[in-house]
């Protein structure tokens, strides 16, 4: 998977609002898009901008090939939504509100006769305090924010002891690493990384918030 993110500064902004001084006040929103090229036949992506429309699939997600399939776990198995081009939407109908919101992540399925699915997300940067509520159990989570860094010292992260946290790629299947309180490191050794528009497999053994602080410079 190829990705490439710009964030474009202050070019979206409500219309100004005039005061009893005569002063204009503008609030400014930060719009950027994610490139990403998805060549492997599973691709575990996140989304890390927010539509404005609710983030479903169906409308980030455009121009994929026929038969391309996106599944998002769901606590126990995934449910599965697959784009037909013979009528222009995706199947099942139950699963068409299925949202792809800032940090959440699914698994996208490239069809064999497609030799990559080229994406394009568009949306705002959020910005401030930012809240990822995390179960205990197995869940796919990206950060809310499209900036690569490491999961506790960029992305702040809180691991429990026990944690695990699992990449995923075509070449090497899942890899995890477990977060050992005792010794205060990961095991293996090295902090698990999340890339611009990747997502990840984190078992969390506590509920925990997590909680990101982020502002366009």
């Excluded at 503008?26 to 090229?37: A, E, K, L």
């Excluded at 930012?130 to 690569?148: C, S």
Aim: hydrophobic share 40%; glycine share 10%; net charge neutral.
């Amino acid at each position: 998977m190829r990705t490439k993110a710009l964030i474009l500064s202050a070019i979206v902004c409500a219309a100004g609002v005039v005061t009893t001084f005569a002063q204009n006040v503008y609030s400014v929103n930060v719009v950027g898009y994610v490139n990403m090229t998805l060549t492997g036949e599973f691709n575990l992506i996140g989304n890390q901008l927010d539509d404005k429309a609710g983030n479903l699939v169906t409308n980030i997600m455009k121009g994929v090939p026929n038969q391309t399939v996106v599944y998002k776990f769901n606590g126990t198995g995934y449910d599965g939504l697959t784009y037909l081009t013979a009528i222009n939407n995706w199947n099942p109908i139950q699963f068409r509100q299925m949202t792809m919101a800032p940090g959440e992540g699914v698994f996208v399925k490239k069809p064999a006769a497609a030799s990559q699915i080229n994406l394009t997300f568009v949306g705002e940067v959020l910005e401030g305090e930012l809240h990822n509520p995390v179960p205990v159990g197995f869940e796919i989570y990206t950060t809310m924010v499209p900036q690569a860094g490491g999961l506790v010292s960029v992305h702040n992260y809180a691991p429990a002891n026990q944690d695990v946290v699992y990449k995923y790629s075509a070449a090497t299947g899942y890899v995890g690493k477990t977060w050992l309180t005792a010794l205060n490191r990961w095991q293996p050794a090295g902090e698990p990384v999340v890339e611009v528009g990747e997502a990840i497999f984190i078992n969390s053994k506590t509920v925990k918030d997590w909680v990101r602080t982020f502002d366009v410079q």
